[in-house]
């Protein structure tokens, strides 16, 4: 049901917007606020998702959990294509989304309602840690199996033109 009354809301303030700011200040000065929100949108957008894509690769390098920049790089990206939607209620939700203290606060709402039970980095395992170095028989799982012998591919007629390996 929200959804359906955000399609049906987002529009009609829209349209609203429209009519009363090109009342105000005229068509071509409206057009030309939209155009110029879109177009420094995308480079607040790129520069700041650049820089939580980089936080979240530290994240993963440093075995961190990434769920703080995976949000903030979600809702960059959500800011991005609420500013390339024409509409000023629109361009001030993406440009809200772009302040990151705003975006602290709806990771601190989400987080209210949602409950994490487990994190965990690596491959999960019921048995103790095996011990590192080469598997030898007899030591856990034994994979049994047929196997096939394939023919090499057939050679070319030709000598070849030197630049490749047959």
């Given at each position: 049901?929200w959804l359906?009354?955000?399609?049906?809301?987002?529009?009609?303030i829209e349209?609203?917007l429209?009519?009363?700011?090109?009342?105000?200040?005229?068509?071509?000065?409206t057009?030309a606020?939209?155009?110029?929100?879109a177009?420094?949108?995308?480079?607040?957008?790129?520069?700041?998702g650049?820089?939580?894509?980089?936080?979240?690769?530290g994240?993963?390098?440093?075995?961190?959990?990434?769920?703080t920049?995976?949000?903030?790089?979600?809702?960059?990206?959500?800011?991005?294509?609420?500013?390339?939607?024409?509409?000023f209620?629109?361009?001030?939700?993406?440009?809200?989304?772009?302040?990151?203290?705003?975006?602290?606060?709806?990771?601190?709402?989400?987080?209210?309602?949602?409950?994490?039970?487990?994190f965990?980095?690596?491959?999960?395992?019921?048995?103790?840690?095996?011990t590192?170095?080469?598997?030898?028989?007899?030591?856990?799982?034994?994979?049994?199996?047929?196997?096939t012998?394939?023919?090499?591919k057939?050679?070319?007629?030709?000598?070849g033109?030197?630049?490749t390996?047959?």
């Amino acid at each position: 049901m929200w959804l359906f009354l955000a399609f049906l809301m987002v529009p009609l303030i829209e349209i609203g917007l429209f009519i009363q700011i090109g009342g105000l200040i005229g068509l071509w000065p409206t057009l030309a606020i939209v155009v110029i929100t879109a177009v420094i949108g995308t480079s607040l957008v790129r520069s700041q998702g650049l820089r939580a894509l980089g936080e979240l690769q530290g994240s993963f390098s440093r075995l961190e959990d990434p769920t703080t920049p995976l949000a903030h790089g979600a809702m960059i990206l959500l800011a991005g294509a609420l500013l390339l939607t024409p509409g000023f209620f629109t361009d001030a939700c993406g440009f809200a989304l772009l302040v990151p203290g705003v975006r602290l606060a709806v990771m601190r709402q989400v987080a209210s309602r949602v409950s994490v039970t487990r994190f965990e980095m690596g491959a999960r395992q019921s048995r103790p840690h095996p011990t590192p170095g080469p598997r030898r028989p007899g030591q856990g799982d034994v994979i049994d199996g047929d196997y096939t012998e394939v023919p090499p591919k057939k050679q070319p007629n030709h000598p070849g033109s030197g630049w490749t390996k047959h």
